[in-house]
């Protein structure tokens, strides 16, 4: 059955069908292109928050593009109800508000990372903030905002956030002088935080090899902060009133473990890692056997906002086109391969690995792979673990095996369930009719009863008009 829910400022369909999911997507004046609902979503028992960072909104009768949105919604009986939308106060262009989102009983954060203090200072460009809203009865309402003092361009202060108890977690790009001359490092900031006083800085994680704050994922259970560096190590600390102590590292077991740390997300008991393969895309290229002269090297695509694999040659003047050091290049690139050969070894399918509590800290015991496993699926790019379930996401799985561009990135998601001691694949989310890329499976969050899961660039229909990359969310009942 389809009904229609009309609200000041916002339409949103909800729909059900296929393993009972139910669908929250944008209807009416308020879809646009671009706006990626579902870009990031998280949840508790009775409330979600899904996110549009890229929605063009109109505000005081002017149109602000890529001001980013945030939505509320809240369990009623058994369905989700839309309740409210949640943008900066004074919204302005790149804004992206809502690039991260964390929600519990208490408090719902909001990272906006390209948001700055004075929009006319273009010396300044992203320099990020964070905003705390405090739940108040059925509803969360704003309370602070939290800026980096000595935030400059690009530091993108709440590029992710992280939420636990009364602590908060921040990604950002720090102002740091490094030896090797850049003049910024990927690196976490913990607070305090308090529904009367604005938050106390209480630690800070500045990494010695992760250079961007697209290099990180953050999760706090209780009182314990897991850090991950894609493709180096995850850190693991101890949050005890003001004090942040690193406890234990988790290093990769063999050096081929490619984006070892892409996501992570800790429970009670485990630690989930998602190793998306770190192979992501080959954009726009054709495969061809007959090059041989091209090696591939990872990344950073600031337009993706993720690593992505480029085509390089091996000459210094393109080396120094794309500031690579030979140093880098050699310990880095890797030969051209085709697809077939690609596809073949699974490049990029991913895996999850689950590292279990013991009494000399966390120690790894299973390795979770798609029961349907193919390249480039980005397994584990996406993951969450709540109780004995685990989900992870898979946007990149194809709609087919064929490997043509139109058909990847349709996406998927995976449940996981804990057995006798063993987690089992029990459950894998698709799209009715899965579309290359729609990115299915691009967020994920689960609570007690219900799971969520992100389809960020899903084209809705309009008026007989698909509007490209609208995006959609869609709730399903916990497996």
């Known amino acids: 059955m389809t009904y229609r829910i009309s ?158 108890d009364d602590y908060l977690a921040v990604v950002c790009n720090y102002p740091i002088d490094r030896p090797d001359g850049k003049k910024s490092s990927g690196a976490v900031l913990v607070y305090k935080l308090s529904k009367r006083l604005p938050p106390q800085k209480i630690g800070i994680h500045i990494s010695d090899r992760a250079t961007s704050s ?50 992570v997300a800790i429970s009670d008991s485990f630690i989930v890692m998602g190793t998306s393969g770190g192979e992501y895309d080959f954009y726009d290229v054709e495969f061809d056997s007959k090059v041989d002269s091209l090696y591939t090297l990872a990344m950073l695509d600031e337009k993706a906002g993720r690593f992505t694999m480029k085509y390089i040659q091996n000459n210094q003047a393109v080396l120094d086109s794309f500031h690579i050091t030979q140093e880098d290049f050699r310990a880095k690139a890797k030969p051209y391969e085709t697809w077939e050969e690609y596809s073949a070894r699974k490049g990029g399918a991913g895996e999850v690995l689950v590292y279990k509590k013991g009494k000399k800290g966390f120690e790894i015991v299973q390795t979770l792979q798609a029961s349907d496993r193919q390249a480039d699926d980005n397994f584990g790019m996406r993951v969450e673990i709540e109780g004995d379930l685990i989900m992870v996401g898979a946007f990149g799985k ?76 869609y709730f399903y009942k916990k497996p």
């Open 214 to 263: 697209m290099e990180y994922a953050i999760d706090i259970h209780g009182d314990l902060l897991v850090v991950g560096e894609s493709g180096n190590r995850v850190s693991v600390y101890e949050l005890e009133d003001e004090s942040v102590k690193l406890i234990q590292e988790l290093l990769p077991e063999t050096s081929n473990i490619n984006g070892f740390g892409d996501d």
């Open 398 to 473: 194809a709609g087919n095996k064929g490997g043509k561009k139109e058909d990847r990135f349709a996406g998927a998601a995976y449940a996981f369930k804990l057995n006798k001691g063993k987690w089992t694949e029990v459950q894998k989310y698709q799209e009715q009719t899965p579309k290359g890329w729609d990115k299915f499976g691009f967020s994920v969050a689960c609570c007690k009863d219900d799971i969520m899961i992100g389809c960020r660039l899903k084209d809705v229909e309009k008026d007989g008009t698909l509007i490209e990359d609208a995006g959609t969310v």
């Open 7 to 164: 609200l000041p400022l916002v339409f949103f369909i909800i729909s059900f069908f296929n393993l009972k999911a139910q669908e929250l997507t944008f209807r009416g004046d308020t879809a646009i292109a671009m706006d990626q609902l579902g870009w990031d979503v998280a949840m508790i028992d009775d409330f979600a928050v899904s996110v549009a960072k890229t929605k063009t909104i109109n505000y005081n009768g002017q149109r602000i593009e890529r001001a980013g949105s945030v939505y509320l919604h809240k369990k009623v009986g058994k369905d989700w109800v839309y309740q409210k939308r949640l943008t900066c106060s004074s919204p302005r262009p790149s804004d992206d508000f809502g690039r991260s989102v964390a929600i519990s009983e208490k408090y719902l954060i909001v990272g906006a990372e390209g948001y700055d203090r004075e929009p006319q200072n273009r010396s300044a460009h992203s320099e990020g903030a964070v905003f705390i809203y405090v739940r108040n009865g059925d509803s969360y309402d704003y309370k602070h905002e939290l800026f980096l003092e000595n935030a400059v361009s690009n530091t993108r202060f709440g590029e992710k956030v992280a939420l636990g």
